[in-house]
């Protein structure tokens, strides 16, 4: 029997190379990248730069569309074999996170998760296709948004629960889950990884296999 019955994926930076308010920001892209970083390192709360990030970009439903095609072009390395390998083993495979959720939903049907196992933040956009707002009222919009999704998750979760992230919204979901991982193959962030269980270091999510299964059977410290 696998080790783990339930792995939660982060998306941006963690399933994706990409953060997605990023990609979509083009020539503000820079300045979107500092707000981002503030809050993936815990500098600020996430709800300080969530808003004002969205008012920036002010994305189209189009360009929203192809932020989730962009996610599939942009998938961190094996991660259709990481998932195809968990789901076969029978461990349930969910995403939580403060992207948004159209974009969100096209990777996880790439990846063939299920929409209900996917929370992410909602957009609305006007008849004509532009940007009019976000649910504000989305917990993963908000600090600490991600443990009380999982927390709501966990009645129906098979147990004991992985969590695979690379930010500060990531790690202050710790408290919720049975081991948190740290992925820095796309951004290692030294806070993030010293208080992680794990850390998977280099470009593949492949380790999280092994230790779903139990065949990798460090439980501190990094592995590749």
Not at 134 to 162: C, H, N, Q, Y
Not at 168 to 189: I, Q, S
Request: with cysteine; proline share 6%; net charge negative.
């Amino acid at each position: 029997m696998p080790s783990f019955g339930t792995v939660i994926f982060d998306c941006d930076s963690t399933l994706s190379t990409i953060e997605g308010i990023e990609d979509l920001a083009a020539d503000r892209a820079d300045d979107i990248a500092r707000l981002t970083q503030l809050a993936m390192e815990g500098r600020v709360p996430l709800e300080d730069v969530y808003g004002l990030r969205l008012e920036q970009v002010r994305p189209s439903r189009q360009q929203v569309e192809r932020l989730g095609q962009r996610y599939i072009e942009t998938m961190v390395q094996d991660v259709p074999r990481v998932v195809g390998e968990l789901m076969s083993a029978g461990i349930e495979v969910r995403i939580v996170s403060g992207g948004l959720k159209p974009a969100v939903l096209v990777l996880a049907a790439h990846l063939g998760i299920r929409p209900d196992a996917v929370a992410a933040v909602d957009v609305a956009f006007q008849p004509d296709g532009s940007y009019s707002g976000f649910d504000t009222k989305s917990p993963l919009a908000m600090a600490g948004g991600k443990r009380r999704v999982i927390e709501a998750w966990r009645p129906s979760l098979r147990a004991p629960v992985m969590l695979v992230g690379d930010g500060a919204t990531d790690l202050e979901a710790k408290p919720a889950v049975d081991m948190f991982v740290a992925y820095t193959g796309v951004k290692d962030r030294a806070s993030i990884r010293h208080r992680a269980d794990v850390a998977i270091d280099g470009p593949s999510l492949l380790p999280v296999v092994k230790l779903a299964l139990g065949t990798e059977t460090r439980t501190e410290g990094n592995i590749a």
